[in-house]
């Protein structure tokens, strides 16, 4: 069964950093294009950032650009969001996604997120 748990989530001030985790079990992790998405309260489930199974290729959403990084370390199973110069507006639940294509058929994988809080 596939397994996606995140870690890393807290409060933190503004301007503050955090590093997300999230580590994938019960797939070849390689082959597959790891995001993250966010959802704040009230709101929708939004994309902030992706990256695909060889690393060579990531996009970020416009809000996030020159402050969160995403990186992934195959030999591990983990994908990573390094979150810098937060601001009240990143609060939200961090969810970690797995997805492939494989044979004409859509994979689609969540964790159960992890709460990052901006307050001061």
């Known amino acids: 069964q596939v397994q996606l748990v995140e870690s890393g989530g807290g409060l933190v001030q503004p301007g503050g950093s955090l590093t997300l985790s999230c580590a994938a079990s019960?797939?070849?992790?390689?082959?597959?294009?790891m995001s993250w998405y966010r959802q704040a309260p009230g709101k929708e489930r939004e994309l902030v950032a992706v990256?695909?199974?060889?690393?060579?290729?990531?996009n970020y959403a416009d809000f996030v650009k020159g402050r969160f990084t995403i990186s992934r370390d195959n030999a591990k199973n983990t994908v990573y969001l390094q979150m810098n110069s937060l601001k009240p507006e990143d609060t939200a639940m961090y969810y970690c996604?797995?997805?492939?294509?494989?044979?004409?058929?859509?994979?689609?994988?969540w964790g159960q997120g992890t709460q990052v809080t901006v307050s001061s």
């Open positions: 996604n797995a997805q492939r294509i494989y044979s004409l058929q859509m994979y689609n994988y």
């Open positions: 019960s797939i070849t992790f390689s082959r597959w294009r």
């Open positions: 990256m695909v199974g060889d690393g060579g290729s990531t």
